[in-house]
């Protein structure tokens, strides 16, 4: 089945750092990319969504300035925390799908702790 | 708007027993049905999806889930459930109305399915 591949899933790092997470579809070509937040016990929260080659699509509440997506190709998105405070600190799951017909599929996810 | 409910926070099966995860919807137009399933500390697997044709639908490690428009539901179903399959399933809907063709999946909030042995 598709594969999404999202790197590092694991992040632990001082307050005032940026973190960059990486999300790649290996074996499709994703048109569409999602980047998600997920709280302890609660379900997930759709922060962008990006197309490739275009700016990505905020949700109402999400800092664009604070959370840098780059879509530059079909196989990879970027979502950089900029800055990264403890608020910050959560799981960040990135998604990917071809066409609209299609299943989302989702990385692993990144366990992000900002001391 | 599209929306999506789970009505349990939690179910809890004997293995070897039947399993059924609900899941009502509501859309605008014609639904794109999915189910997910998370272990923790993991992103979201593939299990399902109705978008046209047999209302039962076939998936993964051995999970259907039946189409039922009249009621609008999505209930996931597995007739005899492993302890292996502990995990939080989410049910989500594809929401064509908003973003346009950008379609993105409304979740559920989620739902605990416990088996013990």
């Known amino acids: 089945g598709a594969v999404v591949s999202q790197h590092p899933s694991r992040v632990i790092c001082k307050s005032g750092t940026s973190v960059k997470i990486e999300c790649r579809s290996l074996d499709f070509q994703a048109t569409t990319m999602f980047w998600y937040r997920q709280f302890p016990k609660k379900s997930l929260m759709l922060m962008a969504t990006?197309?490739?080659?275009?700016?990505?699509?905020?949700e109402q509440g999400v800092e664009k300035d604070k959370f840098l997506i780059n879509h530059a190709s079909l196989t990879l998105s970027t979502l950089t925390v900029t800055s990264a405070h403890p608020e910050d600190s959560s799981f960040y799951i990135c998604?990917?799908?071809?066409?609209?017909?299609?299943?989302?599929?989702f990385g692993d996810g990144t366990r992000l702790s900002i001391l | 708007a599209q929306s999506v409910a789970q009505p349990e926070d939690q179910v809890n099966v004997a293995e070897g027993n039947p399993l059924t995860v609900k899941c009502t919807y509501s859309v605008s137009g014609n639904p794109y049905l999915f189910w997910y399933v998370q272990y923790p500390n993991r992103g979201l697997q593939f299990l399902l999806k109705y978008i046209t044709g047999d209302n039962l639908v076939k998936g993964s490690y051995g999970f259907e889930a039946e189409f039922n428009k009249s009621q609008t539901s999505f209930h996931l179903k597995k007739p005899s459930a492993l302890v292996s399959d502990s995990a939080l399933y989410f049910c989500?809907?594809?929401?064509?109305?908003?973003?346009?063709?950008?379609?993105?999946?409304?979740f559920g909030k989620g739902t605990k399915l416990s088996v013990k042995p």
């Open positions: 990006s197309n490739e080659g275009s700016k990505a699509t905020y």
């Open positions: 998604s990917a799908r071809g066409d609209e017909r299609q299943p989302q599929h």
């Open positions: 989500a809907v594809r929401d064509f109305e908003y973003g346009g063709s950008q379609g993105n999946l409304i």
